[in-house]
């Protein structure tokens, strides 16, 4: 049975999104925000985000990389399951990811986003886990930044799982 540590507790969460939704808030007022989830992971920070916002025009879309399937290692080869629906041309776009750990991802999913000439393309995470970084890549907005291990909850799942645990945890198999 695998160990679960705390690493984010629930207050922690939600005090951290108050605090990023008003930097966001604030950067973008008066604008249109498209925020894009990448699936399946950020889908509750997502959420959670969306409604702390106070800007009056947000769109909400996702997409999907591949996944670590059953495993705890970074790929690094990594493909687009579903793209955005949105029509993001001269648009602002928040990408929203649950963690940031090579950096990989998010550096193929901003050149990706970039190909359809939105404004501009900025980074929110629930988790940026700068120690494991191996590509340098700008994360605009960060909730927690923590060192290493891999999480669950809060989205976060192994195997499919543990995405519905309110908290984040450090799993030790
Ligand atoms: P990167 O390409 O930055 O190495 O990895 C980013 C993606 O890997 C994240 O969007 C997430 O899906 C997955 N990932 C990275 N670290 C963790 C972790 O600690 N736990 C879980 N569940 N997924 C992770």
Redesign the pocket.
């Given at each position: 049975m695998p160990e679960f540590i705390p690493v984010v507790e629930k207050e922690d969460i939600h005090r951290q999104i108050t605090r990023v939704a008003a930097a966001i808030s604030a950067d973008y007022e008066g604008r249109e925000l498209i925020l894009i989830g990448?699936l399946?992971?950020?889908f509750i920070f997502l959420a959670d985000l969306a409604r702390c916002l106070t800007l009056e025009k947000i769109k909400i879309d996702f997409l999907q990389?591949s996944?670590?399937g059953a495993d705890?290692v970074?790929?690094?080869n990594?493909a687009l399951k579903k793209d955005v629906d949105l029509d993001i041309r001269g648009k602002d776009v928040l990408l929203v990811?649950?963690?940031?750990?090579?950096?990989?991802?998010?550096?193929?999913l901003i050149a990706h986003l970039k190909g359809f000439g939105p404004r501009s393309v900025r980074v929110c995470a629930m988790?940026d886990?700068r120690e494991?970084?191996?590509v340098a890549?700008a994360v605009d907005y960060a909730c927690s930044t923590?060192a290493d291990?891999?999480?669950?909850g809060y989205g976060?799942?192994?195997a499919e799982n543990?995405r519905n645990l309110p908290e984040i945890y450090?799993?030790k198999l």
């Open positions: 990448v399946k992971g950020a990389a996944s670590y705890t970074s790929s690094e990594i990811e649950d963690i940031v750990d090579t950096g990989l991802t998010l550096t193929r988790i886990k494991r970084r191996k890549v923590v291990g891999f999480l669950v976060l799942d192994y543990f450090h799993m």
